[in-house]
């Protein structure tokens, strides 16, 4: 079983940045591909990055490419999310995701992931 544990958001304005992290454990971190998926007040939840486990693969909504990068630290366990230009339309919790993987690739779909973070409030206001 792997264990999420999210941080890093909080209340911004728009055009700041923020940085979420989400450590890992219960499982090599090198076995498991990783996604950041979202989810507004009253929308259903959305993929916005995923990384493959090598880290040499990476995917984004249309909504946040050029403005978000994922990256991912095998020393520490863990994966981030870099948010630049925030916008008000951003604002949502933010779900860190793990599936564990032989292949190379990322996954854009929450039902291919095993494990979710408790989640993490972004806001950012106008």
């Known amino acids: 079983q792997v264990q999420l544990v999210e941080s890093g958001g909080g209340l911004v304005q728009a055009g700041d940045s923020l940085r979420l992290s989400c450590a890992a454990s219960g499982r090599a971190f090198s076995s498991l591909a990783m996604g950041w998926f979202r989810q507004a007040p009253g929308k259903e939840r959305e993929f916005v990055s995923a990384?493959?486990?090598?880290?040499?693969?990476?995917g984004y909504s249309d909504s946040v490419k050029g403005r978000f990068t994922i990256s991912r630290d095998g020393a520490k366990n863990t994966v981030y999310l870099q948010m630049n230009s925030l916008k008000p339309v951003d604002t949502a919790v933010y779900y860190c995701?793990?599936?564990?993987?032989?292949?190379?690739?990322?996954?854009?779909?929450?039902?291919?992931?095993?494990?979710w973070g408790q989640g993490s409030q972004v806001t950012v206001s106008s």
């Open positions: 995701a793990a599936r564990a993987t032989a292949g190379g690739g990322y996954y854009q779909y929450a039902n291919s992931y095993e494990s």
């Open positions: 990384i493959s486990r090598s880290g040499g693969s990476t």
